[in-house]
């Protein structure tokens, strides 16, 4: 069964403002009731540039984009053409713009008008191409004006009246020029639902998960995609009563976020790859110590610089196996962006809860994506760190417990004096190079992982309880897998989905209940080199024919793929 859905893709140079244009529509699709979200491709400059916003909105909750764009729509065309293979079109596809487009778009579109949006801009008094093209591309979908308008007053009241009315007069310009185009418009409009909508981004939504969880104290550096983390953070703390910092470099805001957790504060950063790779010793010292911490990693495409820009599920081998020495620690992983805010809750209550580090691997298709998304409620995880008795006689930090985990003093407790560095100890803490202390402490961080009882929360599992066809995936991968499985359902085949949220530690029991009576597994990811499928294959006992559908980025996988393969495969 195919979504009931709408696809739109904006073009333009640097300054057009393409992305103004693609959340205003984003935000007048929430009003009118619809579900949808907006993800956005830049050139490898990150800022200025030419860019595209690619939108899919729907009556439904949608999590992928599907396999061609219905409207491709230029504000103007330069450099358009390097966004061809991010934009596929079809002869259903329509292309409205500012003179032709290019050979690569036209050639596969079955419709195209030029319309002179700069022209019909100069008609208003202080009129604007891109909210020509916002009233154009409202009209074509079937957008109400009053909810576009509405937009464009909270978005530009600051700039006064007459910026508001300027541009409420060019939208409304370019939804007449719009009058003789094609319609799209067989989505129901809805606009009592609005107040069950948010408008928000992965990465805001890991922000308010990590407030939701107890996170007090971000030390933070900047970098593509994971920036808008900490922006969101900078704001929101303060309310709660929490502080942001800005260090020098990654080195410095992981070794702080240390330095605050060891004084009580659940403490949390953000990064991406190559700020990952900066912060591997110290967050083997938060695992050694047995200090929570809480790193971020909104995924890019790499290795080194790579593709700032882009999305790519290409961390999981750092992440998981980064650290040096043995180091057990939490991996998780959201699987779209509602998922960002509670993985990222439940992941500070992790780390705090077993006293380790936890890697919570965001990418750029989640964390930079907007979507119109149904309210999510608090799921109730917050901090809970085992906090060591006052006066204790005799204190033992590093207590070889039951379940691996052992009291924490907090400074200034009387009697709470301990150690805390990356060397190997005793049970009180004393540096110790002897193989027993080694052996019991190596055991103790692997024990307290090993045993905690995580839930169902460690993987989504949806489809046929009698399927003998699986796929597994992670991240971002999920919505196009889920969109993929329910088309093949409909169309009367019994397939099974797994989607991991905990990545680290294994789960082979729950794995092997998920996937009881399958005899066939298709493995899908966005990595060049199929690192989750070499995952599994290490740490699960898989005795079933598996395929790798590994394709890397900048390119999204789409439902239309994995339903291709599991079709020739079924």
Request: charged share 20%; glycine share 10%.
């Amino acid at each position: 069964m195919t979504v009931p859905s709408i696809s739109i893709t904006l073009t333009g140079s640097g300054g057009s403002g393409v992305m103004t244009t693609g959340n205003l529509l984003l935000e007048a699709a929430g009003r009118a009731g619809w579900f949808g979200f907006m993800t956005r491709s830049a050139g490898p400059q990150i800022r200025g540039g030419e860019a595209a916003a690619m939108l899919r909105l729907s009556t439904e909750p949608v999590l992928a984009h599907k396999e061609h764009y219905d409207v491709l729509l230029g504000i103007d065309w330069l450099n358009a053409d390097r966004f061809a293979a991010e934009i596929p079109l079809n002869s259903d596809s329509l292309i409205i713009g500012q003179g032709e487009a290019p050979a690569v778009f036209a050639d596969k579109a079955g419709q195209q008008f030029q319309l002179d949006l700069a022209a019909i801009a100069k008609t208003v008094k202080g009129g604007r191409p891109n909210m020509v093209a916002l009233g154009m591309a409202a009209a074509v979908i079937g957008l109400p004006s009053r909810a576009v308008a509405e937009v464009i007053s909270k978005a530009l009241q600051r700039k006064g009246q007459a910026a508001v009315a300027a541009s409420v007069a060019a939208m409304q310009a370019g939804a007449a020029a719009a009058s003789g185009l094609p319609r799209y418009d067989h989505l129901v409009v809805d606009e009592s639902e609005q107040a069950q909508r948010w408008n928000i981004s992965g990465n805001e939504a890991c922000g308010l998960g990590a407030v939701r969880g107890g996170t007090r104290f971000v030390a933070a550096y900047p970098i593509t995609p994971a920036t808008e983390i900490l922006e969101w953070l900078a704001s929101a703390l303060p309310k709660v009563g929490g502080v942001l910092v800005q260090a020098e470099d990654e080195l410095a805001s992981v070794n702080q976020i240390i330095g605050g957790s060891f004084g009580g504060t659940p403490s949390l950063t953000a990064t991406s790859g190559p700020g990952l790779a900066l912060m591997m010793e110290s967050i083997g010292l938060a695992v050694a110590s047995e200090t929570p911490i809480v790193v971020v990693d909104v995924m890019r495409g790499g290795p080194s610089t790579g593709i700032p820009t882009k999305s790519e599920q290409s961390d999981l081998n750092i992440a998981l196996y980064g650290l040096h020495g043995d180091a057990p620690h939490l991996v998780t992983a959201p699987l779209t962006i509602a998922d960002c805010l509670f993985t990222t809750q439940w992941s500070v209550y992790l780390a705090d809860r077993l006293q380790t580090a936890a890697i919570v691997l965001s990418d750029q298709a989640l964390g930079q994506t907007r979507a119109i998304i149904a309210r999510s409620e608090d799921a109730g995880f917050v901090a809970e760190r085992e906090v060591a008795s006052p006066d204790e006689s005799g204190y033992q930090r590093y207590a070889l417990t039951e379940s691996g985990v052992s009291p924490m003093a907090i400074p200034g407790q009387p009697g709470g004096q301990y150690t805390a560095d990356g060397l190997e100890h005793t049970e009180t803490g004393t540096p110790s190079s002897r193989a027993n202390d080694h052996q019991v402490q190596m055991d103790k961080r692997l024990r307290k992982l090993t045993q905690f009882d995580y839930g169902e929360h460690w993987a989504e599992i949806a489809g046929d309880s009698d399927a003998e066809l699986a796929v597994i995936t992670w991240g971002s991968s999920f919505g196009a897998a889920q969109e993929a499985v329910a088309a093949l359902r409909h169309e009367g085949k019994r397939v099974r989905l797994v989607a991991m949220r905990l990545l680290s530690p294994a789960q082979p029991g729950r794995l092997a209940a998920a996937l009881r009576g399958i005899n066939k597994l298709l493995v899908v990811e966005q990595s060049h080199g199929g690192q989750f499928y070499r995952y599994l294959r290490a740490f699960y006992d898989l005795d079933m024919p598996m395929k790798s559908m590994a394709v890397p980025g900048p390119l999204p996988i789409r439902p239309a793929d994995i339903h291709a393969n599991l079709s020739e495969w079924s």
